[in-house]
């Protein structure tokens, strides 16, 4: 079966930084990109991020250039998000994906989501 | 940058048709000829999961009740009889302008009359 299950999240001052990770089981996780996206408040979704297999490329919504970086291990299964110099408008719960490129693009497993809150 | 823009949705009566409309601010076909746009449904408390890929192709665990079409830069998810478990949030997403990015419709919210 397979299964997208996340750690991290919390609570962080603007200016900080958190990680989240994620990990992939019942597929071949180094066969996969893997992509985050996030959810403020009440609010709708919004790409963040995702890595190719072998972690050679990495694309980025313009918001978070610069102050999130996504990485994986796949001898783990993981792929984390760092996200650094947190804003306000970080606030989101956060979610990874396994993206499906197969003929295809689209995120077919989710993880359960972690909530980040940033705020002094 | 693509927008998606998604109707919204009157109060559903149990076992009447749904529909609802993603329109794009520009056509969705790829250079590769194919139209990378899901659908994903948002239950209450629930991650999203996705529905629908490729504009019309319904994943196995989704019930036949739903189905989609489309193309260029409109697109439509229906359901036929709605049930009270479809309660929740439709989402139309694009692939196809990936790199650099995706982008995700606003959000329909389905609910119970």
């Known amino acids: 079966e397979v299964q997208v299950v996340q750690s991290g999240g919390g609570l962080v001052q603007p200016g900080g930084s958190l990680r989240l990770s994620c990990t992939g089981s019942g597929f071949t996780f180094s066969n996969f990109w893997m992509t985050w996206v996030r959810q403020a408040p009440g609010k709708g979704l919004e790409w963040v991020a995702n890595?190719?297999?072998?972690?050679?490329?990495?694309f980025y919504v313009d918001s978070v250039k610069g102050r999130f970086t996504v990485s994986r291990d796949n001898a783990k299964n993981l792929v984390f998000l760092q996200m650094n110099s947190l804003r306000d408008e970080d606030t989101a719960v956060y979610y990874c994906?396994?993206?499906?490129?197969?003929?295809?693009?689209?995120?077919?497993?989710w993880g359960q989501g972690a909530l980040v809150t940033v705020s002094s | 940058d693509i927008v998606l823009t998604q109707t919204p949705l009157p109060p559903v009566t149990l076992g009447q048709p749904a529909s609802i409309s993603c329109r794009s601010s520009q056509s969705l076909v790829h250079s590769d000829g194919n139209t990378y746009l899901s659908w994903l449904q948002q239950r209450p408390g629930q991650p999203p999961r996705l529905l629908i890929y490729?504009?019309?192709n319904r994943i196995a665990a989704v019930p036949d009740r739903f189905s989609a079409s489309g193309a260029g830069t409109d697109f439509t998810l229906k359901i036929s009889r709605v049930e009270a478990e479809d309660v929740g949030v439709y989402y139309c997403?694009?692939?196809?302008?990936?790199?650099?990015?995706?982008?995700f419709g606003q959000g329909t919210k389905l609910e119970i009359k």
């Open positions: 994906a396994r993206e499906y490129k197969n003929n295809d693009d689209s995120f077919d497993y």
């Open positions: 997403m694009q692939a196809t302008q990936f790199p650099p990015m995706y982008t």
């Open positions: 890595i190719k297999q072998d972690g050679s490329a990495k």
């Open positions: 490729k504009v019309s």
